[in-house]
T-cell receptor
């Protein structure tokens, strides 16, 4: 069975600090997909990134970067120079290969508070 | 805006009642997923439909049912409601091409259900 663990529950930083959100996953599949979603106070879930299990290249998008390490089953998310608008709950999710069956298994989420 | 619409935004009802939540997927997306977000259970997959057919089931109670219509919109029916059913219900859609799992899911704004 697949499982996603986000051990950090709440993180508080001061604006402009860098912050890393951890994600550890478990799966028996050799092909799988990892995702990060953001849930701001307004409540919607916003897709941030998808990573394939066979592509271990790190990715950077503006102030966001993702570090995927298969050896440690981790897919960590770093926000550089955090801003107040980054305050949200961040979810890591896993989807195993299964044709059209691609349900997401979510972690419990990390509440990030960025103080001015 | 993800392109996924859900109605209503808020729903307040009493125990024992039945409600219907509605979802319209993004244009062109054939797959619809329903998730429940509650404080104690987190974000949990309920059920998936693909082009009108049920494709996968998660932790969905027998009191809950769903369907996807020919125009691809979906409805989630919740009956004999209990206090514990109070939650945020999300609908998501994805394209689901070959090897479906890689396609990211785009979430609607959610329906907040309060059972009194």
């Amino acid at each position: 069975a697949q499982k996603v663990t986000q051990a950090q529950t709440e993180i508080s930083v001061v604006e402009k600090e860098d912050v890393t959100l951890d994600c550890v996953y478990e799966t028996r599949d050799t092909t799988y997909y990892l995702f990060w979603y953001k849930q701001p106070p307004s409540g919607e879930l916003v897709f941030l990134i998808r990573r394939n299990s066979f592509d271990e290249q790190n990715e950077i998008s503006g102030r966001y970067s993702w570090n995927f390490q298969k050896s440690t089953s981790s897919f960590n998310f770093t926000i550089t120079a955090s801003q107040v608008v980054d305050s949200a709950v961040y979810f890591c999710a896993l989807s195993e290969r299964g044709g059209a069956n691609s349900k997401l298994t979510f972690g419990k989420g990390i509440t990030l508070s960025v103080r001015p | 805006d993800s392109g996924v619409t859900q109605t209503p935004k808020h729903l307040i009802t009493a125990t024992g009642q039945r409600v219907t939540l509605r979802c319209s997927p993004r244009s062109g997306d054939l797959s619809v997923y329903w998730y429940q977000q509650s404080l104690d259970q987190g974000l949990q997959f309920l059920i998936q439909y693909y082009n009108g057919e049920e494709r996968a089931k998660g932790n969905i109670l027998e009191r809950f049912s769903a369907q996807q219509f020919p125009d691809l919109h979906s409805e989630l029916n919740l009956s004999s409601l209990e206090l514990g059913d109070s939650a945020l219900y999300f609908c998501a859609s994805s394209v689901v091409g070959a090897g479906g799992a890689k396609n990211e899911q785009f979430f609607g704004p959610g329906t907040r259900l309060t059972v009194l």
